[in-house]
């Protein structure tokens, strides 16, 4: 008869066991807040390297222009060389993939004089080299803020 009445003489003591739940509570709040965090910083990371590369091919764009721009005033019926036409190809896919705003405008405003080259002779070659400056301006304007260094003032 009295198995199924149990007894329990020992007081059950509840402190330890919330004191125990609470700190393995925090822990795993942590380590879900550490997790997204982590992943939201190799996200911006990852960001920044796209932004970096491509802001190097804008750079490396201009001087493969200024190198073949000897070319470009001897002979304006022929256009651009193939090195100039894939070193743009690269540079606009790669702007309006992972360029802001204002380099996007900046860009595009080169395309409009990039296009109208062939066009307008000597206009068309100022209008060029005038959106070039533009964009190797704002080029060199964002990476120094990328990388955090003071602006650079032209005199």
């Keep these: 008869m009295y198995l199924l009445c149990i007894t329990f003489d020992t007081k059950i ?3 330890p066991i919330i004191g125990a739940t609470i700190a393995a509570m925090v822990v795993v709040i942590g380590w879900f807040i550490i997790s997204y965090l982590n992943r939201k910083n190799e996200i911006a990371k990852e960001a920044r390297r ?3 590369d491509m802001l190097n091919s804008i750079i490396n764009f201009v ?3 200024i190198k073949n721009k000897v070319i470009l005033t001897t002979n304006i019926e022929t256009g651009f060389n193939d090195e100039v036409n894939e070193a743009f190809e690269k540079v606009s896919t790669e702007i309006l993939l ?3 705003k204002d380099e996007i405008v900046i860009f595009m ?3 409009d004089a990039y296009n109208n080259y062939r066009f307008i002779e000597e206009q068309s070659l100022q ?3 005038n959106a070039l400056n533009k964009l ?3 080029c060199r304007d964002n990476i120094r ?3 955090n260094l003071k602006k650079y003032n032209e005199k």
């Design 136 to 138: 190797a301006k704002s």
């Design 145 to 147: 803020k990328e990388l």
């Design 109 to 111: 405003g080169f395309c």
């Design 50 to 52: 796209y932004r970096i």
């Design 13 to 15: 003591q509840l402190a």
């Design 63 to 65: 001087d493969i222009f």
């Design 98 to 100: 992972y360029g802001k």
């Design 127 to 129: 209008n060029l080299i």
